[in-house]
Every structure is written in structure tokens, then in C-alpha cells.
């Protein structure tokens, strides 16, 4: 069964609770009287009373130490907390599959807005301040030559929320061996892990070419390979309001909407941006990432399996009791 049923806040609430044991545990080790109320008190006032302990007889050298004990393990909680908080994984019917947009109800108006090729001077960063402007949340399919050149930029883009993404090494449209395939797509994901933290999970092949070999590589990995179901075509620079209406009149709700940050000027996708954004503002839209988008998705499935099987039980029980009744006739 998958474990990323768990919400974020009850990992966390999980966390803090084993190491709320863990103090506790710790304390009820440490022999002689009054002890462990010393650990305790040491550990939550940080105080301290080195001497104290050691005059007692206790020891001190045991995991939680007098006042910075504490402070250790919040660190190590924040610290595992984040690294979860990175990396939770797409619902196992994503992964390795290729899709373009997710199925929600109409009325579930939510969009997930993709920027391609970056990161890149200017148009990032430009195409990042929108976003925060707006207070959205996109995600970013980067290839790792960019990234190698613009590390911080790649680190900017997830300090500011947002996801990151592999989209391959070199961005190369040839077909590709097993090993050129891994290597771009291993090699484009270690460089984010080590600059960020970040597993990437899901992947676009660079021109949305399916069968160059990239994108089986990344399905045998069990990256989710993200299409998009709105082409903003920003790539062959029509103008502005072209562009954003290229979007416009393709979105849907859980619909992903293609756009590139990086990989050449991309000066007209910043004008274009604000302009598509407020508009599927005014229609209602809400905008997520394509993680959130999946979670969307995935519960929407279950809801629909669940209203199924309650169908099917109550549609069970009423034939029941019409056999019932039926035997009831009959003796009567
Ligand atoms: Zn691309």
C-alpha cells in the first residue's frame, strides 16, 4: 500500500511525536533518583546544569544532552521534515505513465501553469516575480546544463516553492542508446539532488518526443512523464496576446499549460504571463502544481471508486430485501 496517503501534517505530527518519545525514553534510561526529571527539565529549559548531572551521577554523553540536546533534535526533526516535505512521492498510478492533462470535475477549476528550459538569466527571475506577485505556485522542467550553469537560480526557484523537474541533460531531440538516455536524465537529476535536496519525480522529454528512448528511461525509473494539454507556443514567439490566448483557449480544468523560462528570449511569455494569469483568474481558476494536481486527481478516483462500491452495496442490499420480501409472500 502507499504510504504518501499520509498527509503532510500528520508525517510531521508523526515525527514530533517520535521524538517526543525519544526524549522521554532516553530519560526513563538514565538510572538514580530524580534523573530523569533532570534530563527533562535540562533538555526543554536548556539550562545549563552539566554539573549538576555529573555530581549526581548521571551520565551525560547519552543521545540527548542538557540544552542543546533539544535544540539537536528540532534540528534533525526540521531537517527530516523538509527533506520529506521535498521529496513526497505521485501517487503510485502516475508513476511511469504519460499524460497530459488529469480528469476533474468541471466545477474543480485548477490549472497547473509549467515553464520549461530554464533556468536562464532573466526571464526566471522575471517569470519568478509574477508568480510570487500572484502568489502561485508552477512547476519547472529544467535541463541540467542550465542548471550547472545557474545553480543558484535552480536553488531560487524551489527556495520560492515551486517544483522542480528533469527535463534531460542536453535537451537533444536524437534518439538516444539505454546508457545516453540514463545519462541524461541521472545525470540532470543528481545535479538538482545535490544543489537542492530534490529527487525529481516527473519528467518531459525535451519537444515532447515520446519514443527517442528519454522517455522510456525515465518510465522504467518511474518518473510520471508530463505532457501538457494547453500550448502557449511561446517557443516560436508569436506576440503577447497571441500567445496568451493560445493558452487561454485551451484551458481546462486539470489541464497543464505549457510555457519555457529558458532557452532563448523568452521576453514575450513575461509580457503574456501576467495577462493569462489574470484572466483564468477572472474565469475562477485556481493554479497548482503538477504534484498537487495529481493528489487531485488520485482522490478524485477514489472518490468515484468509493460512490461505485456504495452503489453496488446498496443496489446488493435492496435486491436482498426484495428476495426477502418475495419469501415472505410465499409463507404467507
Ligand atoms: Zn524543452
Redesign the pocket.
Known sequence: MRNNKWSVRQRTSLILVAAVASIAVTALLVPKNRASEQVISQATSGGSSNGKAAENGVATSGSILPGEGLSKVIATIEQETKKELLNLPIPAEFQGRVFEDVNLPKKDKVIALTF??GPWTDSTVQILSILKKNNIKATF?E?GQNVETYPQLTQRVLAEGHVLAN?TWS?SYRQFSQEGAAREIDQTEALIYKLTGVKTTLF?P??GFLHNGVADYAKSKKYAVVMWSADSNDWRRPSPDALANYVLREAQPGGIALM?DG?GDRSNTVKALPHIIADLKKQGYRFVTVPELLEMDDKEVKFQQAAKSKGDISQQMSSNLEKYKATQKDKA
Open positions: 520549461d528550459d522542467f535541463i527535463h535537451h518531459r525535451p519537444g519555457h532557452g
